[in-house]
């Protein structure tokens, strides 16, 4: 078998000794366009918007949660006690957001956004209802699912919990936020006046 490759290729050689490569001279360099008005203006526009999209939270792949399934999160840090009266609802709620009719992109665009003006605000307990998403396609609760993921994701958030059933249940979360800069300064001044 190797003979017949060494064969061939003597064979190749000699058919192509003659053969000379071309001189071409007449290489006309390409000059670069430059970009129109409106496609340096949508490059721009582009450009500004990932600037002031400072919405970090991902629509990469999730862990599925089941629509009845109960769900709980805390940070290090959130005391028993404290999460056990999260659990029970007895915090009083002071916004909420309902998730209900929004599709993922908004869902995510809302969430981010209420859970930073609650902290700036100083919001310490929210509500946040997300629904069961039993007949969600093309998963059953897709939405609940990334709502938990999210407020994960969120640094304002010290914890959240599945709603009492008078609060929506397994279909809303209570979440508990951090305090902001302003209540922690309140905080420490209060704390040094004893």
């Known amino acids: 078998m190797r003979d017949d490759f060494s064969d061939e290729f003597a064979e190749f050689r000699q058919q192509m000794a003659d053969v000379k490569p071309i001189e071409n001279n007449d290489v006309v360099p390409v000059k670069k366009r430059k970009p129109s008005a409106a496609q340096e203006a949508r490059r721009q526009a582009a450009e500004r918007q990932l600037e002031d999209d400072i919405n970090y939270l991902s629509m990469e792949f999730v862990d599925l949660v089941e629509p009845e399934e109960l769900v709980e999160f805390r940070r290090d840090g959130v005391q028993h006690g404290v999460f056990k009266r999260l659990k029970r609802g007895d915090y009083g709620i002071e916004a909420s957001l309902d998730l209900h009719h929004h599709s993922l992109r908004q869902a995510r665009e809302a969430l981010f956004d209420f859970i930073q003006l609650c902290h700036r605000r100083g919001v310490r307990s929210a509500i946040v209802v997300h629904g069961m998403?039993?007949?969600?396609?093309?998963?059953?609760?897709?939405?609940?699912?990334?709502?938990?993921?999210?407020?994960?994701?969120?640094?304002?958030?010290?914890?959240?919990?599945?709603?009492?059933?008078?609060?929506?249940?397994?279909?809303?979360?209570?979440?508990?936020?951090?305090?902001?800069?302003?209540q922690k300064h309140e905080n420490r001044e209060r704390h040094q006046k004893r």
Do not use: I, T
């Open 133 to 182: 998403g039993r007949h969600s396609k093309p998963h059953p609760a897709l939405l609940k699912s990334y709502v938990v993921k999210w407020l994960k994701q969120l640094e304002p958030v010290m914890a959240f919990n599945s709603a009492q059933r008078h609060h929506g249940g397994a279909g809303s979360v209570y979440v508990m936020l951090r305090k902001n800069a302003e």
